[in-house]
């Protein structure tokens, strides 16, 4: 094979160098990207490596694909980029997250218009002034769609932090929550920046499945984190058809846009 020739596979993740879908479902877990391909038509395993498991298939009509990236933005980025590299353009963070405002209950969605830059791998990519924003497009689709489905929801800005549990350094959580931050998650920002660098679409919508990080540990230094709870699986089952559908209303909307300069 000459230097110049295009890999079936690519070397991370190993899913085809080419010809995917242009909408993709992006979620931490391998186990989640399962149950979401459980429900799209005609869905097929298209890689599988580490902790990236891809699927493709379809939604109400539109092609689409699932990928984890697992837990944290450095890796995150591994599989955001090549999934772009394959075909990909809008992208939809199907996560889970810790509450950090008032009213903001378990099993709830909260829609993100933008992410507070704490998730460890974009401070090497662009400067610390540089926004994480959601695409506005995005944003909609997603808010559109959970109202359409009755889903308790939230929208607003999201908190994406490396670290998981707390360390010897005090956990600055007062001062965002004072600004309004709705949740703490680990790696949306990093899909925010990434796809803002590269002129893709992306947004992101989260299910709580707990209290915030510093409430992680009880008196004992035991954790008190339990996201296998049934609230928490039916806000996913939720959160799954409501980021599906925003997609599909996406890709709706770029198909009349294309018919419109036609």
Partial sequence: MSSTTRPAVLPITKIPSSGLPA????????????????????????????????????????PVVVSSHGVGG?????????LAEAGVRTFIRLGTAGAMARGVGD????????AVRDDGVTQQLVPAEFPAFSTP???????????????????????????????VLELPMKPYQAAG???????????????????????????????AADDLVDESGGSTYDPHRRVVAEGVERGVVV????????????????ADRA
């Fill in 23 to 62: 909408h993709a479902l992006v979620v931490g877990d391998p186990a989640r990207a399962a149950l979401v391909a459980e429900r799209l038509d005609d869905a097929r395993q298209i890689g599988a490596n580490r902790e990236y498991v891809s699927y493709a298939g379809g939604w109400r009509g539109v």
């Fill in 74 to 82: 450095p890796g995150a980025v591994c599989l955001f980029g090549e």
């Fill in 107 to 114: 099993g709830d969605l909260v829609v993100a218009t933008g």
């Fill in 137 to 167: 497009e995005v944003v909609l689709a997603l808010h559109g769609a959970a109202r359409e489905h009755g889903a308790p929801h939230h929208r607003g800005v999201v908190w994406t932090r490396a670290a998981f549990m707390p360390g």
């Fill in 181 to 211: 931050v709705l949740a703490i998650e680990m790696e949306l920002s990093a899909l925010l920046v990434f796809a803002a660098l590269g002129g893709h679409r992306a947004g992101g919508v989260l299910v709580v499945d707990g209290i």
């Fill in 243 to 258: 980021a599906l559908d925003a997609l599909y209303r996406l890709a709706l909307d770029e198909a009349g846009e294309a």
